[in-house]
T-cell receptor
Framework: AQKVTQAQTEISVVEKEDVTLDCVYE???????LFWYKQPPSGELVFLIR??????QNEISGRYSWNFQKSTSSFNFTITASQVVDSAVYFC???????????????FGTGTKLQVIP | DAMVIQNPRYQVTQFGKPVTLSCSQT?????MYWYQQKSSQAPKLLFH???????NEADTPDNFQSRRPNTSFCFLDIRSPGLGDAAMYLC?????????????FGDGTRLSIL
């Protein structure tokens, strides 16, 4: 069975500090996909990034960067120079390639609540 | 812009009084999902539709039903809401057989039970 662990329940940082959100996953599949979603107080889950299991290249998008390490089953997310607008709950999610009938089986972590203090 | 729209944003109902939440999408996606999210928890999948094919999760209570009259709309019916059903309900969509694609979520409906 697949599992996603976000050990950090809540993190508080002062604006402009860098912050890393940890994500560790378990799966038996060799092909899978990892995602990060942001959930601001308004409630909508916003897609941030997807990573394929066969592509371990790290990625940077503006102030966001992601470090995917298959050897440690981790997919960590770093925000550089955090801003108040980054305050939200961040979910890491895992989707296995094995499916039936078009069903995309997704497992979410329990989320990390990030508070950026001005 | 193509999107997923949930109505209403906030719903208050009485204990035991049936309630319906709605979701519409302009993405023309084959699959629509309903999730329940309680405070400080991960979204929990209740069921999903692939076109008109309904798929219930094994642990979804019978109190929860769903309808999908066409590609664009999907409804969540709670027949007799209990206090434990107070939560955020999220609708999402995805394309068929696309486990590598992100799900597109609506803003959610926050349900309160009096």
């Amino acid at each position: 069975a697949q599992k996603v662990t976000q050990a950090q329940t809540e993190i508080s940082v002062v604006e402009k500090e860098d912050v890393t959100l940890d994500c560790v996953y378990e799966t038996r599949d060799t092909t899978y996909y990892l995602f990060w979603y942001k959930q601001p107080p308004s409630g909508e889950l916003v897609f941030l990034i997807r990573r394929n299991s066969f592509d371990e290249q790290n990625e940077i998008s503006g102030r966001y960067s992601w470090n995917f390490q298959k050897s440690t089953s981790s997919f960590n997310f770093t925000i550089t120079a955090s801003q108040v607008v980054d305050s939200a709950v961040y979910f890491c999610a895992l989707s296995e390639a094995s499916y039936s009938g078009g069903y995309q089986k997704v497992t979410f972590g329990t989320g990390t609540k990030l508070q950026v203090i001005p | 812009d193509a999107m997923v729209i949930q109505n209403p944003r906030y719903q208050v109902t009485q204990f035991g009084k049936p309630v319906t939440l709605s979701c519409s999408q302009t993405l023309n996606h084959n699959v629509m999902y309903w999730y329940q999210q309680k405070s400080s928890q991960a979204p929990k999948l209740l069921f999903h539709y692939y076109d008109k094919d309904f798929n219930n999760e094994a642990d979804t209570p019978d109190n929860f039903q769903s309808r999908r009259p066409n590609t664009s709309f999907c409804f969540l019916d709670i027949r007799s809401p209990g206090l434990g059903d107070a939560a955020m309900y999220l609708c999402a969509t995805s394309t068929y057989r696309a486990s590598n694609q992100p799900q597109h979520f609506g803003d959610g409906t926050r349900l309160s039970i009096l």
